[in-house]
């Protein structure tokens, strides 16, 4: 008979500990580590013969330059933009997890996918939170062909898996991961133990049997996917569904992709019959009046392996207490109070006792420091009162000594800019392209101070 087993384990990092302690030692957070009862004996270790080699079937031993380097074949999911995050579509044997806030519409996007997939593969759909009468109704509402796919209701991952043997699916999606459970693990599901354990017999299930694995997760408060820190590192793909309830719009961005690039942007609408991919996001982040307005112009930022037009606004205004606020919607609030010191110290602008309000249209996320010189731009657009010329694009990095540096992939962004109808591109010296660029004026700057005087003369 199975012996019960106690250990503690850490709910940020899953490291495991023989007992409990206050700080966990590999992650270093505090009051992470919790209690997990689960087994051991002869009927673990039944289970865990059944799927010998996490990563696939057992090989023999090779040196490097004798693994076949023949490129995986992909199944496209039918969406652009989906395929795209992925790296150009699902892998055989992979396990995909993609999270995202309550209503966001991880279901339906997957639901879309995977009732058009099953025309062509086998696919079981296994729902955990709905009834398969609900999923029928959503199906039906959004007009997807429902004959060719398999559903099953069930949160066991024993008899999940017996089915699955069974049916043999080429796709298998599971919605979600946190209420699965494995009987061998007395905690609830959703807890650490429970959410770990479920995801390494799927995973292990799908890598030997070379089935697509679809995982739906939940995320936290701050954004994150809920579960401990292992989950992540078990799957091959990390996809996250994003978008607030105000808005239509939901960006899908890669997190993790073994095989592909990362931070992959996919946009999608959510529309009544379900979502619709965007393939020119740029211009629905363009949506700009037909007047200047003070404090507003157009940047180029780098997503995954294209270009992206998006507006950023700023406005400048008195303070009205004592400490002037910094507010940054979109971006780096700590880049922004850096950012305004550089103004200070090589522009000569001085706005200490200014409220900053910056924001990035359309809620886009901006990260990387290609931003830079057109935050600046915004700013001191603001505080002057003077409108910018609506053909104008900006992007650069700016130092912390005054110096324009120049940014990856910059003579893409100015083709991407000219394809838009933009004119005119204030950019780093080392991003001005060779040959001049058809229908585009391109103005090359060094310093914070060449800058602010190109924008003088604009």
């Not at 099953?152 to 946190?178: F, G, H, N, W, Y």
């Not at 994003?242 to 990362?262: H, Q």
Request: glycine share 10%; with cysteine.
């Amino acid at each position: 008979m199975a012996k019960a087993k106690t250990s503690y384990v850490c709910t940020e990092c899953g490291a495991d500990y023989s007992k409990w302690q206050g700080q966990c030692t590999a992650c270093h957070e505090w009051n992470t580590i919790s209690e997990v009862r689960g087994v051991s004996g002869p009927g673990k270790g039944a289970r865990s013969a059944r799927f010998e080699g996490y990563a696939g079937s057992l090989s023999a031993v090779k040196s490097l330059d004798e693994v076949s380097l023949a490129e995986q074949a992909r199944i496209s999911t039918g969406m652009q933009e989906f395929d795209r995050v992925l790296g150009g579509g699902l892998v055989e044997g992979s396990a995909v997890l993609m999270g995202g806030h309550p209503g966001a519409g991880k279901s339906t996007l997957l639901l879309q996918a995977v009732c058009q997939l099953a025309a062509q593969h086998p696919a079981l759909y296994v729902t955990g939170e709905e009834s398969l009468q609900q999923v029928a109704m959503r199906a039906k509402r959004l007009g997807l062909p429902t004959k060719d796919l398999k559903m099953l209701s069930e949160t066991s991952v024993e008899r999940l898996l017996q089915v699955a043997e069974a049916e043999k699916p080429r796709i298998l999606v599971i919605d979600s991961i946190q209420v699965m459970h494995v009987a061998e693990i007395e905690s609830a599901p959703g807890s650490v133990s429970q959410v770990r354990e479920s995801a390494a017999f799927l995973t292990r299930f799908a890598k030997q049997t070379g089935t697509i694995l679809l995982l739906v997760g939940h995320v936290t408060k701050d954004g994150s996917l809920a579960g401990p820190k292992v989950l992540e590192h078990m799957i091959d793909c990390s996809i996250l569904l994003e978008g607030s309830s105000d808005s239509r719009y939901r960006t899908l961005r890669g997190i993790k992709n073994r095989f592909g690039a990362v931070n992959e942007l996919g946009v999608f609408a959510m529309l009544e019959q379900g979502l619709k991919e965007v393939k020119n996001p740029s211009a629905i982040f363009l949506n700009r009046g037909e007047e200047a307005a003070p404090g507003s112009v157009v940047m180029v930022v780098w997503e995954g392996t294209r270009p992206m037009l998006v507006e950023i606004q700023a406005l400048v205004d008195m303070a009205q207490g004592s400490y002037p606020r910094r507010v940054a919607v979109g971006t780096d609030q700590n880049r922004l109070a850096m950012l305004l010191a550089v103004l200070h110290r090589h522009g000569g602008m001085h706005v200490a006792d200014q409220d900053v309000f910056v924001n990035v249209v359309g809620g886009v996320k901006v990260n990387e420091t290609s931003a830079d010189l057109a935050l600046l731009a915004a700013v001191v657009s603001s505080f002057r009162n003077r409108a910018l010329p609506q053909d104008l694009v900006i992007f650069g990095e700016v130092g912390l000594s005054g110096e324009i540096r120049p940014v990856p992939s910059g003579q893409e962004r100015i083709y991407e800019a000219a394809k838009h109808g933009f004119t005119r591109a204030l950019v780093p010296k080392g991003n001005a392209p060779r040959k001049p660029v058809e229908g585009m004026k391109v103005i090359p700057v060094t310093k914070l101070s060449d800058a602010l005087s190109a924008l003088e003369e604009l």
